[in-house]
């Protein structure tokens, strides 16, 4: 990993100040990369005795259920005057089931400005803010960049996107399905009911692999996250919003008890 | 609702010996309504003998063979088959749920062919699924073609071979002697290419490299996979069955929670899951 002052906002929504087992992991090995470390969330008591004592680490709450509350209340403790390489903006919806893989990621596409793992491209591109990364000068020396999570309306997800274009700055994911990927993605929406299949009456069924840009690679494309970048989205589980099959992943889970300690705490944490 | 004209043979395993509840209900509305019924056991244990006495003939015997052996002794213990238009042989693998409307589903109804199964896969070639095979009219059942598949036949304890031999060969066997395959549940075109569909999720069947823009998937691959995993969910819906490997242990990497919300629903079908689980 190529050596640039990073600093990390890692949003938890639990309802204590304490982290579950995979964020620590997750926290640890930040602290090992990073300049600065903050935790922030709505329900953080930053005294000592509240919160896991980790040298190097900063608490703070928003005092909001608002997510980008969080991440703005996180940013607001770091120092401005540094030259940041990047600032990486995390949450906990999902498990980092190996830190290092996740970590090798702020390294990928670097011709991108703003560059979260994973994002759904149409209709309108949404980068995911679960794991975003805000890099280079040109994006953070701008006074912008903090301002943007000072002001009144804030920044949502959903408009993201939109402020980086306007900004000028080249946003996108590095997480990019191939071919094979997007049939995949499409292929599963298809078996579960979640897009409509209309079966020809005669003749192969002809499927277009661009429907995959509509579809949210955290869900669809699982496995080929969990494999590539070590993480897995607990909506995945908790939820049947997406009617896709989990069971896969619940197999890999009985022989991996270990993950499956951390998948189970991280559930039952936010349940 | 009678069959006097068929006979039964019903291969019965189970590790502890038990006779669970949805067998004894098959037996209890079947057994009274056909010519004959013969219920072949590796092991059951006395409770379960008991309550068969007087309702059928009970054969127990080693535990070799698997089913394909069971179905042996048992055809061989019907006697003579004269007097029958009919033979049904079916083993303990498949859940039971309504009596009634499986034994309607393939006794009642004249399939214009000659081995039945509930189900027919493509999987390695064309064949009637042996959980079930039904022998339905005097043509093949007073052939040469029958009598010496089963006359001979010998005990085979490796179950793969038990696949390739006797499943696959019992179609390769009977297709050859100039016989037609068939089955009770056909799989429609949707739930053809629902299941390669399905087979791409869970990675048994493959996306093929390369190629740009539109994918093209043939239906009638899916007729080669499996319907009592990929049509588990119709299959209960209309025969009320479901195979018990699919929901006892982790052969398949499917999504079976709509199924087993289904087979919960009313308590009857609830207590004859739970039950049959238990073995």
Same mark, same amino acid.
């Given at each position: ?10 949003? $938890? ?15 640890? +090995? ?29 608490? $703070? ?20 005057? +540094? ?106 929406? &298809? ?44 909506? &995945? ?35 | ?44 244990? @006395? ?75 493509? @999987? ?108 588990? @969910? ?46």
């Amino acid at each position: 990993m190529a050596t640039q002052l990073t600093a990390f906002v890692m949003v $938890t929504q639990r309802a204590s100040s304490q982290l579950t087992a995979a964020m620590l992991g997750l926290l640890a +090995l930040l602290r090992e990369v990073g300049g600065e470390v903050v935790v922030a969330g709505p329900r953080i008591h930053p005294g000592p005795g509240e919160v896991p004592d980790m040298k190097g680490v900063r608490w $703070t709450s928003s005092g909001s259920e608002e997510p980008f509350a969080a991440y703005a209340a996180g940013l607001g403790l770091l120092d401005r005057g +540094l030259s940041w390489g990047r600032i990486v903006l995390l949450d906990d919806s999902f498990v980092a089931l190996d830190p290092g893989q996740l970590l090798e990621s702020l390294d990928a596409a670097p011709e991108l400005d703003v560059a979260s793992l994973t994002m759904v491209v149409r209709p309108r591109p949404r980068l995911h803010t679960n794991w975003i990364a805000f890099r280079g000068a040109r994006t953070l020396q701008r006074s912008l960049f903090f301002d943007w999570w000072g002001q009144a309306e804030g920044v949502s997800e959903r408009t993201l996107s939109d402020r980086c274009a306007a900004s000028g700055l080249r946003a996108g994911s590095v997480f990019r399905p191939d071919r094979a990927q997007c049939i995949l993605a499409v292929c599963r929406a &298809l078996a579960w009911g979640v897009l409509p299949l209309e079966v020809p009456a005669a003749g192969p069924y002809a499927g277009n692999p661009d429907v995959a840009l509509d579809l949210d690679p955290r869900i669809y494309l699982w496995d080929e996250l969990m494999v590539r970048y070590g993480i897995v989205y607990l909506e &995945l589980l908790r939820y049947r919003a997406h009617r896709i099959n989990v069971e896969p992943f619940r197999v890999w889970l009985a022989a991996n008890p270990a993950a499956a300690a951390l998948v189970e705490e991280a559930l039952h944490s936010q349940s | 609702m009678a069959w006097q004209d068929t006979a039964v043979v019903l291969a019965h395993f189970s590790r502890r010996g038990r006779l669970a509840q949805y067998l004894a209900e098959f037996v209890d509305f079947l057994a009274p309504r056909v010519g004959r019924f013969v219920f072949v056991s590796t092991g059951l244990a @006395e409770q379960g003998a008991g309550y068969l006495q007087g309702k059928v003939r009970l054969v127990v015997r080693e535990n070799v063979g698997y089913d394909f052996w069971s179905y042996k002794v048992g055809i061989d213990a019907l006697g003579d088959l004269g007097a029958f238009r009919q033979v049904w042989i079916l083993n303990s693998s498949f859940l039971i749920l309504d009596p009634s409307t499986l034994c309607r589903r393939m006794l009642d109804v004249d399939h214009a062919r000659d081995v039945i199964g509930i189900t027919t896969s493509n @999987e390695h070639l064309p064949h009637v699924q042996s959980y079930s095979v039904l022998f339905q009219g005097p043509r093949i059942i007073q052939s040469a073609a029958f009598s010496s598949w089963w006359s001979r036949m010998v005990p085979i304890s490796d179950r793969i071979q038990v696949i390739l031999q006797y499943e696959l060969g019992l179609s390769r066997h009977f297709v050859s002697a100039g016989f037609r395959l068939g089955s009770a549940f056909a799989v429609n075109r949707q739930e053809a290419l629902q299941a390669i569909l399905r087979s791409i999720d869970v990675r048994d069947l493959r996306i093929p490299p390369g190629g740009t823009g539109t994918f093209y998937l043939d239906p009638t691959q899916g007729y080669g996979l499996n319907p009592t995993q990929y049509c588990c @969910e119709r299959l209960l819906a209309d025969l009320r069955i479901v195979k018990l490997e699919l929901i006892r242990s982790k052969l398949t990497k499917l999504d079976l929670r709509d199924l087993l919300a289904r087979l919960t629903t009313n308590r009857h079908d609830r207590e004859l899951y739970e039950d049959a689980l238990s073995d």
